[in-house]
C-alpha cells in the first residue's frame, strides 16, 4: 500500500499523541478496540517490541506495554479492565479475522 512520506518527527508526534489519547480513554476497552479497529492497546505494545527488533533493538514486551498504558500493564488491568462480554469477544473475533492479509 503506497503512502505519503511524513516526516518522521511529525510522525513520532502523532504517535506519541495516540499514546497520550488512549492513556487518557481508559474507558475504552482493548476488546472494544479490537472489535471496531482490530488492535489494541497490546497490540500496539508489541508493535513496538517488533518494530524495535527489527531495528536491532531490544525492547522489552512490559517497557513498551509501560510505554503505551502509562504505568504497569497489571495496574491498568486492576484499576480500568473489566469482564468482556460475550458479545464483546465475538466482535473482536470477526474483527480479527479481517486483519489477515
Known amino acids: 500500500m503506497a503512502h ?3 516526516p518522521d518527527e ?5 504517535f ?3 499514546i497520550r489519547h488512549l492513556q487518557h480513554r481508559t474507558d ?5 478496540l ?4 482490530g488492535f489494541c492497546r497490546n497490540c500496539l505494545s508489541q508493535w513496538i517490541e517488533e518494530e524495535g527488533q527489527a531495528r536491532g533493538a531490544t525492547v522489552d514486551r512490559e517497557a513498551a506495554r509501560e510505554t503505551v ?3 504497569p500493564y497489571a495496574d491498568w488491568k486492576g484499576r480500568h479492565q473489566v ?4 458479545e464483546q469477544l465475538q466482535r473482536m473475533k470477526e474483527s480479527v479475522a ?4
Open 4 to 6: 505519503a512520506e511524513i
Open 69 to 71: 498504558y502509562g504505568m
Open 98 to 101: 479481517r486483519n489477515v492479509r
Open 10 to 14: 511529525i510522525a513520532a508526534a502523532a
Open 28 to 32: 475504552v476497552q482493548n476488546v472494544d
Open 83 to 86: 469482564e468482556a462480554t460475550p
Open 34 to 37: 479490537m472489535g471496531l479497529a
Open 16 to 18: 506519541w499523541r495516540l
